[in-house]
């Protein structure tokens, strides 16, 4: 199929890799554990704001609900982190290799 404006065939330069071309990147180590614990402090903050403000009577007990919520996955997360870091410890003595546990 050709275009009277570009009548050849639609390619990539050689230069440029395509869209589809596997990622050449390295993946980032990062620590979850900071993350998680970030974002169990915002929960705990807001469950505070949201304490006073339902004990004052300006906010309903959905929020203090929300905020628990949000806390308890947190810790679920922490505790999926260790499980995940513990395995890749083990995987690593097992295999000889250089392990980043955490």
Do not use: K
Request: charged share 15%; hydrophobic share 45%.
């Amino acid at each position: 199929m050709t275009n009277a404006t570009y009548p050849g065939p639609v390619s990539t330069p050689p230069d440029r890799p395509s869209v589809f071309s596997p990622s050449t990147l390295a993946p980032v180590e990062v620590d979850l554990r900071r993350v998680f614990w970030v974002g169990i402090a915002v929960w705990a903050g807001a469950l505070t704001v949201a304490g006073v403000l339902t004990l004052t009577g300006d906010l309903t007990g959905r929020a203090v609900a929300i905020c628990i919520t949000g806390l308890l996955l947190g810790g679920a997360a922490l505790q999926w982190e260790h499980r995940r870091a513990r395995h890749a410890a083990r995987l690593a003595e097992s295999t000889g290799g250089p392990g980043t546990a955490g």
